[in-house]
């Protein structure tokens, strides 16, 4: 889930919520033996003046919090941000997420804010996914995707959660925290807890049977970006299910390989299933290797494919590669004429328009030439 934007509003907000039914919760609530590094003063000022309506936001159910709330808690946030240190606060943010008093949209609110502001430890999250309700932790694994930086100890918790929950839906979500723990790992070079992660995630996957254990082990081994999964990967893709197909696509999109490239694309133009394209479209553009042949591609389903699901995916993806791509940027050019239809004309030009900068700097000679050829035969 590229959530950085969409979450900075509620993310600052979280932060701040937290924070103050933790001051309130503590003053009137010491914990008998609590040591003063980890329950250290919250400082006084916004903090300390906001607690009691933080207190009452945080004890609103799902059904009781509204939009409004979330709205007055971002408000609140800034309050608490242009002018505190928020380091004492945090502290308390984190030992009272284990046990708040509802799982509800505030609480998702706040968890989000904290996750966003990376203000939580591998230990920390260790410690939510061990002692807060069930439904908190649920929140907390899908919030998996802010992470950057992993443990050993975080990762057997999350591991045991896979393996043995009486929920198929948490085992589900486990596994694909799982696997977003392998990329974070992966991403910080921390080779044997890497191998550790996708050892257990290949194994597991060659032994399933059932799509829904497939289709969870897939979307783990796709989170994680697992190079020794690529064989299973592509058997997924040949798959007689168009959920497995789907998943097993998916699941090229961190792999940098001309493989990975070759599977993406010919699913993109050859599977007969749209969702299965539209996910072949989509993840083309989360790397940048071979970026030619993604982009050859992608040009075909903008231009040519039937479906209304894929087109938008595969003009947003040029999108993406056209940042880096003078090539890519010609053909959203190009897809802004009159021989496309309306809805890929009406994506290319809003992406255009935000690339505007870069259009400019680009020789006007390289963008009529580069791709405006490049459609190809059409696509299903």
């Given at each position: 889930?590229?959530p950085?934007?969409?979450?900075r509003f509620?993310?600052?907000?979280?932060?701040i919520a937290?924070t103050?039914w933790?001051?309130?919760?503590?003053?009137?609530?010491?914990?008998?033996?609590s040591?003063s590094a980890f329950?250290?003063?919250?400082?006084?000022?916004?903090?300390e003046?906001?607690?009691?309506?933080?207190?009452a936001l945080?004890r609103?159910t799902e059904?009781r919090?509204?939009?409004?709330d979330e709205?007055?808690i971002s408000?609140m946030?800034?309050?608490?941000?242009d002018g505190?240190?928020?380091?004492?606060c945090?502290t308390?943010?984190?030992s009272?997420?284990?046990k708040?008093p509802s799982?509800?949209?505030?609480?998702?609110a706040?968890?989000t804010?904290?996750?966003?502001?990376?203000a939580?430890?591998?230990r920390?999250?260790d410690r939510l996914l061990?002692f807060?309700?069930?439904?908190c932790?649920n929140?907390v694994l899908?919030?998996?995707?802010?992470?950057?930086d992993?443990?050993?100890?975080l990762a057997k918790?999350?591991?045991r959660?896979?393996?043995?929950?009486?929920?198929?839906?948490?085992?589900?979500?486990a596994?694909?925290g799982?696997g977003?723990l392998?990329?974070v790992a992966?991403?910080?070079k921390?080779l044997p807890?890497?191998q550790?992660?996708d050892n257990?995630?290949?194994n597991?996957?060659t032994?399933?049977?059932?799509?829904?254990?497939?289709v969870?082990?897939?979307e783990?081994a796709?989170n994680g970006?697992?190079?020794?999964?690529?064989?299973t990967?592509?058997?997924?893709?040949e798959?007689?299910?168009?959920?497995v197909?789907?998943?097993?696509v998916?699941?090229?999109r961190?792999?940098?390989?001309k493989?990975?490239?070759?599977?993406m694309c010919?699913?993109?133009?050859?599977?007969?299933?749209?969702s299965v394209r539209?996910?072949?479209?989509?993840?083309l553009?989360?790397q940048s290797t071979?970026?030619d042949n993604?982009?050859?591609?992608?040009?075909?389903a903008?231009a040519?494919?039937?479906s209304?699901i894929?087109r938008p995916a595969?003009?947003?993806s040029?999108?993406?590669l056209?940042?880096?791509f003078?090539?890519?940027r010609?053909?959203?050019?190009h897809l802004?004429g009159p021989?496309?239809?309306?809805d890929t004309r009406e994506?290319?030009?809003?992406?255009?328009?935000?690339?505007?900068?870069?259009l400019?700097n680009?020789?006007?000679?390289?963008?009529?030439s580069?791709?405006?050829?490049?459609a190809g035969k059409?696509t299903?």
């Open positions: 889930m590229n950085k934007s969409r979450t509620a993310g600052f907000a979280a932060v937290l103050t933790a001051v309130v919760h503590y003053a009137r609530n010491p914990e008998p033996g040591s329950h250290s003063p919250v400082p006084k000022g916004p903090c003046g906001l607690a009691n309506e933080f207190a945080l609103k059904e919090a509204s939009e409004e709205t007055k408000q946030v800034h309050a608490l941000v505190n240190d928020q380091i004492g945090k308390r943010i984190l009272d997420a284990e708040p799982c509800g949209r505030v609480y998702r706040m968890m804010s904290v996750f966003a502001s990376k939580a430890s591998p920390n999250i061990t807060a309700p069930v439904d932790q929140i899908f919030l998996f995707p802010y992470l950057t992993v443990d050993d100890g918790t999350v591991q959660m896979a393996l043995s929950d009486s929920s198929s839906d948490r085992r589900r979500y596994w694909a799982l977003t392998a990329g992966r991403e910080k921390d807890l890497v550790q992660m257990l995630i290949l597991h996957l032994s399933a049977t059932s799509e829904e254990d497939r969870a082990l897939l783990a796709g970006g697992c190079e020794g999964c690529a064989k990967l592509q058997h997924a893709t798959d007689d299910s168009p959920a197909r789907r998943v097993g998916g699941a090229f961190f792999l940098a390989s493989l990975s490239v070759d599977i010919n699913a993109l133009e050859q599977d007969a299933d749209a539209e996910q072949a479209a989509w993840s553009r989360f071979f970026a993604r982009i050859d591609c992608l040009i075909r903008a040519n494919d039937a209304k894929v595969a003009v947003r040029l999108g993406t056209g940042k880096t003078v090539r890519a010609s053909a959203l050019v802004t021989q496309v239809s309306d994506i290319a030009r809003e992406i255009v328009v935000d690339l505007r900068d870069l400019r680009d020789d006007p000679a390289v963008l009529h580069a791709s405006r050829a490049d059409p299903r």
